[in-house]
């Protein structure tokens, strides 16, 4: 395995790395992946707890998804989306409105989830051009949000991490101070309250809803911040808002979709819709990069015109509608029906949270293990009392994520938040392993 590492770091310049840290550490070469397991060169098992980057929904190498692929490939790997079609793309879209939030029936396709914002971004700005308010120009974000890297994604997203430097390549954007229901500045506990926090968005509002074009929000859950998660409250409050403003709304599913949360959509749990929707990581069950922009009727029909009009979406990419990611997407779709994956992840949710609580819930650096499906994330902390975490510098989830290697559990964290978004076809007795594992790391790192 090591001459592959040194072949691999004579070349290879890895995504969101410090490459020196390389040198301690040396990019692990997977030789196969089987369900939530991974296995290096050297036949090593580790538990894909994070789901690689949480797209990997069914685990990996699923027998069904490779041969609806393999059936795929040998009828047409891609063919140029713009006037032609095929199958795949109209069954996946007849499939997905079934499922989606209702309203949701027009289907952009894309290559990957940061594309999917911009084309979110491009299509409300044009929209409110073309309905006749040019004057809307800006977005509305939340703090400590993300939506992918990219200048526009990067510009409506809001951590610093990745932001900062770039800021002045950056749009304007309104950024709405984002519920922190652990650290609650109103004293409030996350199930109870009536987001007394929405305040903030309603003051940005008042001040700026006639500059704004539209809202982009994570549902529920602010992923790269840490697994934050608010209640569904604040989606409806902010549904209310925007309609009374004429603001559109732009979920960013991205990373909450297709289960994650435990319904198949974060917005489900609020019982409304946006008028746009990302979906990217799950969609394909982690085998393909692909991505979708979804709309409404309303929004598609303001682009509606003939040609010299000049109002038609001049929005590409080459690999738009790839065939082999449709045949991805909907195998994921009839597995998560036939096998009915949803209602089985959620019985078995508790499962992993009580585990969880059983092995690290009372550790004096673990400020709260909080959950939402099967994701839970470990917060951890100087001291329970004062909530204060770590100081960056000192790398605690990045110690804890080596000694998590070493010990088989993939288990790449977000600065002091370890997380679990496993798969959803993840057992028992694999929920089992993953928390012992993860358990013994922290407590190499952070003794009782
Ligand atoms: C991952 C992610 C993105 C970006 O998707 P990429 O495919 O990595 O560009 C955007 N938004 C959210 C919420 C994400 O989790």
Known sequence: MQQWQERDLKHIWHPCSQ??????????????????YLYDMEGKEYIDIVSSWWCNLLGHCNPKINEAMK???????HVIFANFTHQPAIRLCEELIRILPSGLTRFNFSDNGSAAVECALKMAFQYQYQTGHPERTRFMCLTEGYHGETIGALSVGSMDLYAKIYRPMLMDTLHIPAPDCYRCPYGKCRDSCHCECFAGAEEMFAAHGGETCAVIVEPLLQGSAGMRIYPPLYLKKLRQLCDSYGILLIADEIATGFGRTGKMFAFDHAGVSPDIMCISKGLTGGYIPMAITVTTENIYQAFYADYNEGKAFMHSHTYSGNPLGCAAALAVQKILREDRILEKAEARAPYLHGRLMEALGSHPHVGEIRHLGLINAIELVEDRESKQGFAGERRMGYQIYQRALKRGLLLRPLGNVLYFNPPLVIEENEMDAAVERCAAAVGEILPE
């Open 71 to 77: 059936q795929q490939m040998e009828l047409l790997e």
């Open 19 to 36: 490459m020196k840290d390389y040198e301690e550490l040396p990019p692990i070469v997977i030789d196969h992946g089987r369900g939530v």
